[in-house]
């Protein structure tokens, strides 16, 4: 077999495949159209890294999950329901957290190590939907300016029943 005859064969086999991918996914029942947005964020002029970013609509019949991470660039492709690229129209709170631990769990091989201590490192405020300062009006054509979610800490996390 030559090198063409190989090529069609490929190329014959992928075609299917790539018919079945198709650009525009299925939504569930009653999804609304979604609309792709990328937000940045930043913390003291920086990129935010590794944040989850989280959107909680201010219709209250809303029942939709929206959000992602943040890249090294601070830049974060929102999702439906963890999957579905874009968010519906609306107006959202956006909350943001960033975790961080110091310490390692004990294991057989470390039985004495103290228990790790685990640390937001974006104001708490902020993950939080009824007090974060942050909030965005997602419309077809609008453009999105960074959202700064102010001075880096390291605010330690209670253990749950502390």
């Not at 007090?131 to 300016?145: A, F, M, Q």
Request: hydrophobic share 35%.
């Amino acid at each position: 077999m030559n090198i063409f005859s190989r090529s069609l064969v490929v190329l014959l086999g992928w075609t299917p495949l790539l018919g079945m991918t198709g650009c525009s996914e299925k939504l569930p029942d009653g999804m609304p159209k979604l609309i792709k947005v990328t937000l940045t964020l930043t913390q003291e002029g920086q990129p935010l890294s590794e944040a989850n970013v989280s959107l909680f609509s201010e219709d209250p019949s809303f029942k939709w999950t929206i959000g992602g991470t943040t890249d090294a660039k601070g830049a974060v492709v929102l999702k439906t329901h963890g999957q579905y690229i874009g968010a519906p129209e609306g107006t959202y709170k956006i909350c943001v957290k960033k975790f961080m631990r110091e310490g390692a769990l004990q294991t057989l091989d470390n039985p004495g190590a103290p228990p790790p201590k685990d640390y937001n490192l974006v104001e708490s405020r902020y993950g939080q939907q009824n007090n974060t300062p942050l909030s965005i009006v997602i419309k077809t054509g609008n453009k999105y300016e960074p959202f700064d979610v102010g001075q880096a800490v390291k605010e330690q996390l209670k253990a749950p029943g502390m």
